[in-house]
């Protein structure tokens, strides 16, 4: 049984430039959260993407986007990249008709960002 | 403004005894408390949950308390075992996101 496969599984940007960070659900989930783990921090909500909209979204800039896909995996863009933005991204996925929040959203292992 | 706090950044423990995690929280609309286990380079591995209309959910060895008049929700795990040393989050939820707290290092001792 597949979990959530993010990729890559470590990126090494420049300030300035822009990174795409991908997740696939897992197999019978359609939502995808996204979350940033700065070192020594617990993971903070970017935002969620259910039937390709974005359907809530945390304390984050514009330069954070995302996209979902027909086929449910999803994208996270982030532009302009600052070093504050080296951090684990993580992806989880849930299903509305799981009762996500009993059996808990399912996570990838992350992608480490590092910004130099 | 931190909504979901652990003030104990790490724990030490012998195998075999108890460990106690404590997570403390500010917002009432809060409507479930989660726990995850995370170990390096790995993604946080959910462990129990509760609802804020309980105060005790068991599973095994593990058992998360809540006391919503002090805004307080612990993690027991009992016995402790060399493998639940990791770092442990405590997580809210009010609808579709998780806040979480900074996360308690776990070591238990052989």
């Known amino acids: 049984d597949a979990g959530v496969t993010q990729s890559p599984t470590h990126l090494i940007k420049t300030r300035g430039q822009q990174v795409t960070l991908r997740c696939s659900p897992k197999s019978g989930h359609d939502t995808v959260s996204w979350y940033q783990q700065a070192l020594g921090q617990g993971p903070q909500f970017i935002f969620q993407?259910?039937?390709?909209?974005?359907?809530q979204r945390g304390n984050f800039p514009d330069r954070f986007s995302g996209h979902q896909f027909p086929n449910y995996s999803s994208e996270l863009n982030v532009n302009a990249l600052l070093l504050g933005d080296s951090a684990l991204y993580l992806c989880a996925s849930s299903s509305p008709g799981q009762v996500p929040i009993t059996y808990g959203y399912t996570f990838g292992s992350g992608t480490r960002l590092t910004v130099v | 403004d931190q909504q979901v706090k652990q003030n104990s950044p790490s724990l030490s423990v012998q195998e075999g005894r108890i460990s106690i995690l404590n997570c403390d929280y500010t917002n009432s609309m809060f409507d479930y408390f989660l726990w995850y286990k995370k170990y390096p380079a790995e993604g946080p591995t959910f462990l129990i949950s509760?609802?804020?209309?309980?105060d005790k959910n068991e599973d095994g060895r593990f058992t998360v308390f809540l006391n919503k008049s002090a805004k307080h929700l612990s993690l027991h795990i009992v016995p402790s075992q060399p493998g639940d040393s990791a770092v442990y989050f405590c997580?809210?939820?009010?609808?579709?996101?998780?806040?979480f707290g900074g996360g308690t290092r776990v070591l238990v001792k052989p």
């Open positions: 993407y259910y039937e390709e909209e974005e359907r």
């Open positions: 997580a809210a939820s009010d609808g579709n996101k998780l806040t």
């Open positions: 509760i609802s804020s209309i309980k």
